[in-house]
Nanobody, 123 residues
Framework: QVQLVESGGGLVQPGGSLRLSCAVS????????MGWFRQAPGKEREFVAA????????AYTDSVKGRFTISRDTAKIAVDLQMNSLKPEDTAVYYC????????????????WGQGTQVTVSS
């Protein structure tokens, strides 16, 4: 069993930054990949970024490339999402997810999910 707990959401002005963190517990994580997804009201849950724990391979959706950075913290056993140059269209509930194997980009590929953390970008 894997437990994921997100933190770090909040309200930020356009152009600002936030750092989300996903604390992981419950299993040896060497062969897992971690993803961040987001879901805005009335929209489908969409892929944001992912990282493979064993080799640090990363993937991003086009709309966040150059603005968001996913990273893993082996000391804290956590995966962070640094979000810079935030835009109102980044407003959503952000979810952390985990899957065994290489990174995936669609929600059904992930088995474990956190509860989500709200990110609101507004002036």
């Amino acid at each position: 069993q894997v437990q994921l707990v997100e933190s770090g959401g909040g309200l930020v002005q356009p152009g600002g930054s936030l750092r989300l963190s996903c604390a992981v517990s419950g299993r040896t994580f060497s062969y897992y990949s971690m993803g961040w997804f987001r879901q805005a009201p009335g929209k489908e849950r969409e892929f944001v970024a992912a990282i493979r724990w064993m080799n640090d391979y990363t993937a991003y959706t086009d709309s966040v490339k150059g603005r968001f950075t996913i990273s893993r913290d082996t000391a804290k056993i956590a995966v962070d999402l640094q979000m810079n140059s935030l835009k109102p269209e980044d407003t959503a509930v952000y979810y952390c997810a985990a899957r065994f194997g290489p990174v995936g980009t669609i929600p059904p590929e992930y088995y474990y999910w956190g509860q989500g953390t709200q990110v609101t970008v507004s002036s």
